[in-house]
């Protein structure tokens, strides 16, 4: 049972360059989220899904782009790479009571680190 | 912002001793989770109170939540060298529709063997 999972672990962009973070998870959780981490700012989140199909904003979703085609996977591209994109990105998922996802504890893959030159 | 903050933002203590954080927040909340993080690893989740419950306890962990203080406090009693990580708190807001999951920025707790 691998957990969360996160493609690529490490890369380096130039300003302006594209890419996608693949973020895949075998708990057959119905909710994935994508956090960045910078150092003292804690974790926000960038993008969120509740099923399969959907995506939603959360606190800084500016500059990316989500998908959620399976229910397993959920990706995170940056169109036009920024160095204010530098960061370390995170990838968690958690599962449906029924009663609000919000009670749920959330599972963290182990970052991909993302440099911006 | 809603963010949390952690104080103090690094502890060192030595092993045995038992460590102290605490998480000061700004709005009404739904539940409140702690969550650890070791050095280049993901988060962890470590333990959940609900806005109506004041104390919770899980092993050597013990979590109380005040919310007419909006704060909370993480005691890890018996620390050894491998609790020696981050540790951050995250607060749910009462709110409907939105995953309103906000992190603190972290106590640095290192553990002297």
């Known amino acids: 049972n691998a957990g969360v999972t996160q493609t690529p672990k490490f890369r380096v962009l130039k300003t302006g360059q594209s890419m996608t973070l693949l973020c895949a998870q075998d708990?057959?959780?119905?909710?994935m989220y994508w956090y960045r981490q910078d150092p003292g700012m804690g974790l926000r989140l960038i993008h969120y899904s509740v099923g399969e199909g959907t995506t939603a904003k959360g606190e800084v979703p500016d500059g990316y782009n989500v998908s959620r085609l399976k229910k397993q996977n959920f990706l995170l591209g940056l169109e036009s790479a920024a160095p204010s994109q530098t960061s370390v990105y995170f990838c968690?998922?958690?599962?449906?009571?029924?009663?609000?996802?919000?009670?749920?504890?959330?599972?963290f893959g182990d970052g991909t680190r993302l440099s911006i030159l | 912002s809603q963010q949390g903050e952690e104080d103090p933002q690094a502890l060192s203590i030595q092993e045995g001793e038992n460590a102290t954080m605490n998480c000061s927040y700004k709005t009404s909340i739904n539940n409140l989770q702690w969550y650890r993080q070791n050095s280049g690893r993901g988060l962890v989740h470590l333990i959940l109170?609900?806005?109506?419950?004041r104390e919770k306890h899980s092993g050597r962990l013990r979590v109380t939540l005040d919310t007419s203080k909006k704060s909370s406090s993480l005691l890890i009693t018996a620390s050894r060298a491998a609790d020696t990580a981050s540790y951050f708190c995250?607060?749910?807001?009462?709110?409907?529709?939105?995953?309103?999951?906000?992190f603190g920025t972290g106590t640095r707790l290192t553990v002297i063997p």
């Open positions: 968690a998922s958690s599962y449906d009571t029924g009663n609000g996802f919000s009670n749920q504890p959330q599972h």
């Open positions: 995250a607060t749910v807001v009462d709110q409907t529709g939105a995953n309103n999951l906000f």
């Open positions: 708990m057959n959780h119905e909710y």
């Open positions: 109170i609900r806005s109506n419950e």
